[in-house]
């Protein structure tokens, strides 16, 4: 008989897993990677945001060159009769709080509105901005039904992609986050920090209207002797409110903001951007009126249409004296530093 020849082989290891500390090792670098990249993606939208924007902006030039060549004009900031009392819209609250990121680090928590009752010009503007189904019959008041109904009609170019607003808007309005330019005229001391008063009346000085847009205004390229390259149009803010505001009209330059304690306590830091400030209501009891002064939430930046319809990106910290003599559109100014 023949012997049965065995083969014998040796026995196979079981596949080798990972450790504990591997799996740890590896999710650690995982996690170290996310966070290296993070910020690169969060920049990388924010800079297509901010580029969504000025494009925006250039919307904003051009239709508002094309209601100049039709009108010989640009938009009044607002038209209003003056010796019309009209009373304001008061909204005590609003379905979701604002929140704001205001200069020297403050945040504002906006919680109640009143709209003005005058058009301005983002209802001027809205055939130039190809919005033709948004249609306002302006010889009767906003809060007619139909005219309402018009107004909670979002606008697209009308809202920085970048801005942060609540979805639950006030009466279903339309946000916007673009003024026009008001101008710049001095209202306090420097030396005592005070309001600067008439000496004959004992009121303030009355407003230099010398932007762009204001109450009734009709400015056009000729009145824009400082040139249409040094003088702002449109500038960003925090927060415009709604487009069928009249208080969403215009932003200018200000030293009154933020307020100053009185000498010789130490002052409040400076900012020419991210400003919030409010006003009595005409319709009386607690109701505030809003103000903002141009800003973003682009970081250190802000992004303004010039005159010549020109879109560009200023930084937060330009001279002072520069960003004023920008608010102008006939001071004469000579602009010799860089902006």
């Not at 001391?189 to 600067?196: E, H, M, S």
Request: hydrophobic content about 35%; some cysteine; proline content about 9%.
């Amino acid at each position: 008989m023949q012997a049965r020849r065995v083969c014998c082989y040796p026995p196979q290891k079981a596949p080798r897993g990972f450790t504990l500390v591997e799996l740890l090792v590896v999710i650690a670098i995982i996690a170290l990677l996310v966070a290296m990249l993070l910020p690169a993606v969060q920049r990388a939208r924010e800079a297509a945001r901010r580029s969504s924007c000025i494009n925006n902006m250039k919307q904003l030039g051009l239709a508002a060159h094309n209601y100049h060549d039709t009108h010989l004009t640009f938009p009044s900031g607002w038209v209003e009769n003056p010796s019309v009392v009209t009373m304001d819209y008061p909204y005590p609250s609003l379905p979701a709080t604002v929140t704001l990121p205001l200069a020297n680090n403050q945040i504002l928590q906006l919680n109640d509105w009143s709209m003005g009752p005058h058009y301005g010009w983002h209802t001027m503007l809205l055939p130039q901005m190809d919005q033709g189904t948004i249609i306002l019959n302006f010889s009767k008041p906003k809060n007619d039904k139909e005219n309402w109904q018009m107004l909670q009609v979002p606008v697209e170019p009308y809202v920085c992609p970048s801005a942060s607003y609540p979805p639950a808007r006030l009466q279903n309005l339309g946000y916007t986050s673009y003024r026009g330019n008001l101008g710049w005229w001095p209202t306090i001391d420097p030396v005592t920090r005070q309001p600067i008063v008439d000496p004959v009346t004992g009121l303030p000085p009355a407003p230099l209207n010398n932007g762009i847009f204001y109450q009734n205004s009709s400015v056009n390229f000729r009145d824009a002797t400082d040139g249409t390259t040094q003088t702002f149009l449109f500038g960003e803010t925090l927060f415009g409110g709604y487009w069928g505001d009249n208080y969403s009209c215009c932003a200018r330059a200000r030293d009154d903001q933020p307020v100053q304690p009185a000498a010789p306590a130490t002052q409040v830091p400076h900012a020419n951007f991210d400003l919030h400030w409010t006003a009595p209501s005409n319709a009386g009891g607690s109701n505030l009126v809003h103000f903002f002064s141009f800003g973003s939430f682009h970081g250190d930046v802000v992004n303004f249409t010039m005159l010549d319809g020109s879109a560009r990106s200023i930084a937060k910290n330009i001279d002072t004296t520069i960003f004023r003599a920008l608010c102008t559109r006939n001071g004469r100014e000579a602009i010799s530093g860089s902006y």
